[in-house]
T-cell receptor
Framework: AQKVTQAQTEISVVEKEDVTLDCVYE???????LFWYKQPPSGELVFLIR??????QNEISGRYSWNFQKSTSSFNFTITASQVVDSAVYFC????????????FGTGTSLTVIP | GAGVSQTPSNKVTEKGKYVELRCDPI?????LYWYRQSLGQGPEFLIY????????DSGLPNDRFFAVRPEGSVSTLKIQRTERGDSAVYLC??????????????FGPGTRLTVT
């Protein structure tokens, strides 16, 4: 079973629009971490954020914000006022206490921002 | 500072051949990970090293795959008798802390392996 589901395969938005990327996870552990990574066309995965299971506070960093809701097992990512440079594939990942160090990645959402 | 580096960036090999992929982690990072990413998919875990030892190799698909990290720094992923299904981008990542859980992993640019 897929531990991390990113149902949106591809999204296109016009520059300056807001866009939300969905991530739903599945785990039996009470201690876990969630991550978002960006993979631009160059291919290298870039770390964006980490959130632990005990901290449900939403976080904002510039134009990026994250909404963590344990009740719905979701960790959604919103980009405000999107820019062309935001075009990339975005991955959500889960790290569980039970399985330790490996990350379970979703299948990614490909975001295209149209100028 | 220098990030994770991987060589070669591209490798084309014939079915049945042996290949080695190299990863140079960020200096001082004790944990090292290998993942495989197929087209249109997220990375899939292969193996994790803590220092010189493989702490978790549960993701290796079969015994044709093997990885070493003899001095606790550089790691080599070795694939014997390559098959066309092994074609993918092989990613290496490293992280700083010993606990693993919760540590962000820093990824290299990957090696694109093509088996013809």
């Amino acid at each position: 079973a897929q531990k991390v589901t990113q149902a949106q395969t591809e999204i296109s938005v016009v520059e300056k629009e807001d866009v939300t990327l969905d991530c739903v996870y599945e785990t039996r552990d009470t201690t876990y971490y969630l991550f978002w990574y960006k993979q631009p066309p160059s291919g290298e995965l870039v770390f964006l954020i980490r959130r632990n299971s005990f901290d449900e506070q939403n976080e904002i960093s510039g134009r990026y914000s994250w909404n963590f809701q344990k009740s719905t097992s979701s960790f959604n990512f919103t980009i405000t006022a999107s820019q062309v440079v935001d075009s990339a594939v975005y991955f959500c990942a889960l790290s569980e206490m039970r399985t330790g160090n490996q990350f379970y990645f979703g299948t990614g959402t490909s975001l295209t921002v149209i100028p | 500072g220098a990030g994770v580096s991987q060589t070669p960036s591209n490798k084309v090999t014939e079915k049945g051949k042996y290949v080695e992929l190299r990863c140079d982690p960020i200096s001082g990072h004790t944990a090292l990970y290998w993942y495989r990413q197929s087209l249109g998919q997220g990375p899939e875990f292969l193996i994790y090293f803590q220092g010189t030892g493989a702490a978790d190799d549960s993701g290796l698909p079969n015994d044709r795959f093997f990885a070493v990290r003899p001095e606790g720094s550089v790691s080599t992923l070795k694939i014997q008798r390559t098959e066309r299904g092994d074609s993918a981008v092989y990613l290496c990542a490293s992280s700083l802390t010993n606990s693993g859980l919760g540590s962000e992993q820093y990824f290299g640019p990957g090696t694109r392996l093509t088996v013809t």
